[in-house]
């Protein structure tokens, strides 16, 4: 069955320091995977996807994640982090079939302190 | 990309009522979907709302504690039937980007959060 694990429930970054979000999955195959955002009281927002290719994806708001197969890892990287990037950070996976269904990971809360 | 709506955004309930979430796209889709975040947890999905056909529930969700309803292309309802404490959270209504893509990027509603006391 498929699984996807975000090991960090909680990160505390300061204002301009890089941030890292670690994303693992279980799956019989490649996957497509995804970082989404959700801000407080807010919906999911999608930052960045990976179906194929270049596997460092390149996302909205300056983050980045990189696909690792050998590792089945998803991480999402931002150099520099805004205040206004704390947020609840959600690791989805989806099949490569038409059925739409995505698994979500725990998610990471990020906290930004001044 | 599709803009979602839910009503109402948030509400506060006793136990043993129901409760009926609407959400609205604003373009047609085939398929939407229905998630559940309980509070301090990730998103579940609760059942695909299919137009013109009966509503697909995933494991540990039935039909009689969130009827689905699907009457357009545009438009869906979940209701949760018979309250209880333990069905306070976030639930979030989507649709995918039918790009012809599978499983392509999935646009959310903003949520609605409950609580029932």
């Known amino acids: 069955a498929q699984s996807v694990t975000q090991p960090d429930i909680h990160i505390t970054v300061s204002e301009g320091a890089s941030l890292e979000l670690r994303c693992n999955y279980s799956y019989g195959a490649t996957p497509y995977l995804f970082w989404y955002v959700q801000s407080p009281g807010q919906g999911l927002q999608l930052l960045l996807k990976?179906?194929?290719?270049?596997?460092l994806v390149q996302g909205i708001k300056g983050f980045e994640a990189e696909f690792k197969r050998s590792q089945s890892s998803f991480n999402l990287r931002k150099p520099s982090v805004h205040w206004s990037d704390a947020a609840e950070y959600f690791c989805a996976v989806g099949p490569r079939s038409n059925d739409y269904k995505l698994s979500f990971g725990a998610g990471t809360t990020v906290t930004v302190r001044a | 990309s599709a803009v979602i709506s839910q009503k109402p955004s948030r509400d506060i309930c006793q136990r043993g009522t129901s409760l009926t979430i609407q959400c609205q796209v604003d373009s047609q889709v085939t398929m939407m979907f229905w998630y559940r975040q309980q509070p301090g947890q990730s998103l579940t999905l609760i059942a695909t709302a299919n137009q013109g056909s009966e509503a697909t529930y995933e494991s540990g969700f039935v039909i009689d504690k969130f009827p689905i309803s699907r009457p357009n292309l545009t438009f869906s309802t979940l209701t949760v039937s018979n309250m209880s404490p333990e069905d306070s959270s976030i639930y979030l209504c989507s649709v995918p980007q039918e790009t012809g893509v599978p499983s392509d990027t999935q646009y959310f509603g903003p949520g609605t959060r409950l609580t029932v006391l």
């Open positions: 990976y179906f194929s290719g270049d596997t």
